[in-house]
């Protein structure tokens, strides 16, 4: 029984390290449609595109998740100290309305996108999503520096942002 709680440990920790060093998003997340505060629907490739040759920062979050509004004015303090960093914002609330509602509550600066199958969709799924808030953090090129942050690693993401 020992062995195979270690086994099960050692197997959970690969996982996770895995997850980490992530450096492309795969092609079903480049295909996902997300929506845009105007209605349209846009594929997280070309949300990607339009900020290529920046540093971006993204929130995965969502206006009912108590986490994540506890660590908005931490976020809100990173986007401060790094304001040459471009930010957007993926919301996996359950209703349009209440995204767009949590946008102007927050007064959330970024762009903004809404995944209308939430946490259980194939976005959610295609990029490993298990627990929110979820920062990701992509270099200039394109290249995924941070893959997987939650709202106590502001640390490591601020670090992360002044070496890119």
């Given at each position: 029984?020992?062995?195979?709680?270690?086994?099960?440990?050692?197997?959970?920790?690969?996982?996770?390290?895995?997850?980490?060093?992530?450096?492309?998003?795969?092609?079903e997340a480049l295909d996902e449609?997300?929506?845009?505060?105007?209605?349209?629907?846009?594929?997280?490739?070309?949300?990607?595109?339009?900020?290529?040759?920046?540093?971006?920062?993204?929130?995965?979050?969502?206006?009912?998740?108590?986490?994540?509004?506890?660590?908005?004015?931490?976020?809100?303090?990173?986007?401060a100290g790094n304001p040459n960093?471009?930010?957007?914002?993926?919301?996996?609330?359950?209703?349009?309305?209440?995204?767009?509602?949590?946008?102007?509550?927050?007064?959330?600066?970024?762009?903004?996108?809404?995944?209308?199958?939430?946490?259980?969709?194939?976005?959610?799924?295609?990029?490993?999503?298990?627990?929110?808030?979820?920062?990701?953090?992509?270099?200039?090129?394109?290249?995924?520096?941070?893959?997987r942050a939650i709202e106590t690693?502001?640390?490591?993401?601020?670090?992360?942002?002044?070496?890119?």
């Amino acid at each position: 029984m020992k062995n195979i709680i270690v086994l099960c440990a050692a197997f959970v920790a690969a996982s996770c390290s895995n997850a980490q060093k992530k450096t492309t998003f795969t092609p079903e997340a480049l295909d996902e449609k997300l929506i845009t505060l105007s209605g349209e629907s846009v594929a997280f490739s070309q949300i990607l595109e339009k900020h290529s040759g920046k540093t971006l920062v993204i929130a995965v979050w969502a206006s009912w998740c108590s986490d994540c509004v506890k660590a908005m004015p931490k976020f809100k303090e990173l986007q401060a100290g790094n304001p040459n960093v471009e930010y957007v914002y993926i919301s996996m609330d359950r209703a349009e309305e209440n995204w767009r509602a949590g946008i102007k509550k927050h007064q959330l600066v970024g762009d903004q996108y809404f995944s209308a199958d939430g946490m259980k969709g194939s976005f959610a799924k295609s990029v490993d999503l298990d627990w929110i808030p979820r920062y990701i953090v992509v270099d200039k090129t394109g290249k995924i520096a941070i893959y997987r942050a939650i709202e106590t690693d502001f640390e490591q993401i601020n670090a992360t942002l002044k070496t890119l």
